[in-house]
């Protein structure tokens, strides 16, 4: 059993901060964009055009962040399994 949460919890941690880097860097590309429509909205005010174009970049922005987010968590509960595993190798020595 302890062999297994600790091959899982490798698993987890990989998908994790793989999912991580994945939406991380997709994120800060589209920084970019975010920040192009915030300025074109400022100088722009009450344009709806503008506005709706400030919205889905700020959407978009958020999406991607909380996808970030949620592969740090995931990594977290991955590298949680590995200790757990090692603990329980501790406690029972022969149990492989």
Same mark, same amino acid.
């Given at each position: 059993?302890?062999?297994?949460?600790?091959?899982?919890?490798? &698993?987890?941690?990989?998908?994790?901060?793989?999912?991580? $880097? #994945? %939406?991380?860097?997709?994120? $800060?590309?589209?920084?970019?964009?975010?920040?192009?429509?915030?300025? &074109?909205?400022?100088? /722009?005010? #009450? /344009?709806a055009m503008h506005d709706l174009?400030? %919205? &889905?970049?700020?959407?978009?922005?958020? %999406?991607?962040?909380?996808?970030a987010a949620l592969g740090g968590?995931?990594? $977290? /509960?991955?590298?949680?399994?590995?200790?757990?595993?090692?603990?329980?190798?501790?406690?029972?020595?022969?149990?492989?």
């Open positions: 059993m302890p062999r297994r949460a600790r091959v899982l919890g490798i &698993v987890l941690a990989a998908i994790g901060v793989a999912v991580l $880097l #994945g %939406f991380g860097g997709v994120a $800060l590309q589209g920084s970019g964009e975010f920040r192009q429509a915030q300025l &074109v909205r400022q100088r /722009n005010p #009450g /344009n174009q400030f %919205f &889905v970049a700020s959407s978009q922005l958020a %999406f991607l962040v909380a996808g968590l995931l990594a $977290l /509960n991955g590298a949680t399994l590995i200790l757990l595993g090692r603990l329980a190798e501790q406690v029972e020595p022969g149990a492989r």
